[in-house]
């Protein structure tokens, strides 16, 4: 692509026109780590902090938050989701908490956007819930791992 779609010929941003484009099945994948020290870990899996279980709290928040994507990101256009499952999981080495969001619809535009959203706003979350344990946490490698439908076409992040 040579060209930023959310740009117009004098460079002024703009919404783009999907009224034109036939509705599909599209699908995205995001995820994102928080990392944290162990006693956080253990505290936040535990279910058992002063807050509840942090990670329901924040699987519903990301859920929330996908939903209201357009309303936090200028130029995406709100859409009638069919599905949005977000999880939130002790990461591989036990360094803190991963979370991943899929998200669907049908429809003229996709929802990377609102997967991505999910994400971050499921890892805000769980900072907030978990912060007075550790204000050391960062949240890191919040990514697209996947996306299908589309004229673009699908779109799968080669693992490590």
Same mark, same amino acid.
């Given at each position: 692509?040579?060209?930023?779609?959310? &740009?117009?010929?004098? !460079?002024?941003?703009?919404?783009? #026109? %999907?009224? /034109?484009?036939?509705?599909? +099945?599209?699908?995205?994948? =995001?995820?994102?780590?928080?990392?944290?020290?162990?006693?956080?870990?253990? &505290?936040?899996?535990? !279910?058992?902090?002063?807050?509840? #279980? %942090?990670? /329901?709290?924040?699987?519903? +928040?990301?859920?929330?938050? =996908?939903?209201?994507?357009?309303?936090?990101?200028?130029?995406?256009?709100? &859409?009638?989701?069919?599905?949005?499952?977000?999880?939130?999981?002790?990461?591989?080495?036990?360094?803190?908490?991963?979370?991943?969001?899929?998200?669907?619809?049908?429809?003229?535009?996709?929802?990377?956007?609102?997967?991505?959203?999910?994400?971050?706003?499921?890892?805000?979350?769980?900072?907030?819930?978990?912060?007075?344990?550790?204000?050391?946490?960062?949240?890191d490698g919040v990514r697209l791992l996947e996306k299908t439908g589309g004229a673009s076409g699908d779109f799968h992040r080669d693992q490590p």
């Amino acid at each position: 692509m040579s060209r930023l779609t959310h &740009l117009d010929d004098q !460079g002024r941003a703009r919404m783009v #026109d %999907v009224g /034109a484009k036939p509705a599909t +099945a599209r699908e995205a994948v =995001a995820a994102g780590l928080i990392r944290m020290a162990p006693a956080t870990l253990a &505290l936040a899996l535990s !279910g058992g902090g002063k807050k509840g #279980d %942090v990670r /329901a709290v924040a699987e519903i +928040a990301g859920v929330m938050a =996908a939903k209201r994507t357009a309303d936090l990101i200028p130029l995406c256009h709100p &859409l009638a989701l069919s599905k949005v499952l977000v999880e939130v999981a002790e990461a591989q080495g036990g360094v803190g908490l991963s979370v991943t969001a899929r998200v669907a619809t049908t429809g003229p535009t996709g929802v990377e956007m609102e997967a991505l959203t999910a994400v971050s706003v499921a890892c805000l979350t769980l900072f907030d819930m978990l912060k007075a344990a550790d204000r050391g946490m960062t949240i890191d490698g919040v990514r697209l791992l996947e996306k299908t439908g589309g004229a673009s076409g699908d779109f799968h992040r080669d693992q490590p």
